[in-house]
């Protein structure tokens, strides 16, 4: 009888032990097909190839990958956090915007992305999901934990409406109510910096929603 409670109680054990490691293959394979499923409904395309992902934190995921498209391949990545797209890139043509010369234009997709981010943030104000009557918050995460997903989500932003090579430097940061805000450098390969002003939205769980951005 013995005998049979150690081989239950060994079995029960390895289940312990290998549940944990299961649940993150979920989750990390969940990441690379959230991350494919956006890149797919934002640029149009979906050959994909050597897709990876690698794990940077609590439910946070960093997937990359190929596209290939007119016997080429072109890179993509995004940030998956929580089960959630929290942003995301890809180099190289696409169905999402025209061919030609206004895609340069950084005006043009400086306001571009800044009216995107205006009407989400309308919608979740008016959704009472940042409804905090202009009193400062109190967010279960840190301060820092807030730069670093602002910072990542206003780089592959700025990435992906204007310049691939972009490099984001936030400079100062402060909180307002659910808002992360400051001026942030923003460097193209061979180019001078850019002075940036930033706004980030948060919801009540610290989880990032939306963000807006004005280069000078």
């Known amino acids: 009888m ?9 079995a029960a054990m390895i289940l312990v032990l290998l549940f944990p490691v299961s649940t ?23 050959r994909f190839r050597n897709v990876w992902s690698e794990r940077e934190g609590n439910h946070k995921y960093r997937v990359h990958g190929r596209v290939k498209r007119n ?24 169905k999402r915007h025209r061919d030609d010369g206004d895609d340069n234009d950084i005006s043009t997709a400086v306001a571009v992305g800044a009216g995107l981010a205006i009407i989400a943030a309308v919608a979740m104000s008016q959704s009472g999901d940042d409804d905090d009557g202009g009193r400062a918050a109190s967010l279960p995460v840190s301060e820092s934990v807030l730069e670093d997903d602002c910072h990542d989500m206003l780089q592959y932003r700025i990435r992906d409406e204007h310049d691939y090579s972009a490099r984001v430097d936030l400079k100062d940061a402060r909180l307002e ?40």
Not at 4 to 9: F, K, P
Request: charged share 30%; hydrophobic share 25%; aromatic share 12%.
């Open 2 to 10: 013995d005998r049979v409670s150690d081989r239950g109680l060994a």
């Open 24 to 46: 993150m293959a979920a989750e990390e394979d969940r990441a690379r097909q959230l991350c494919k499923s956006k890149i797919e409904d934002v640029y149009g395309i979906e």
């Open 71 to 94: 016997d080429h391949l072109y890179d993509f990545n995004c940030k998956i956090k929580n089960g959630h797209v929290q942003s995301y890139a890809y180099n190289g043509p696409h």
């Open 177 to 216: 109510g659910y808002d992360l805000v400051g001026d942030a450098r923003v460097w193209y390969d061979r180019q001078h910096p850019h002075h940036a002003t930033y706004t980030c939205h948060f919801d009540s769980d610290g989880r990032i929603r939306d963000s807006r951005y004005h280069l000078y």
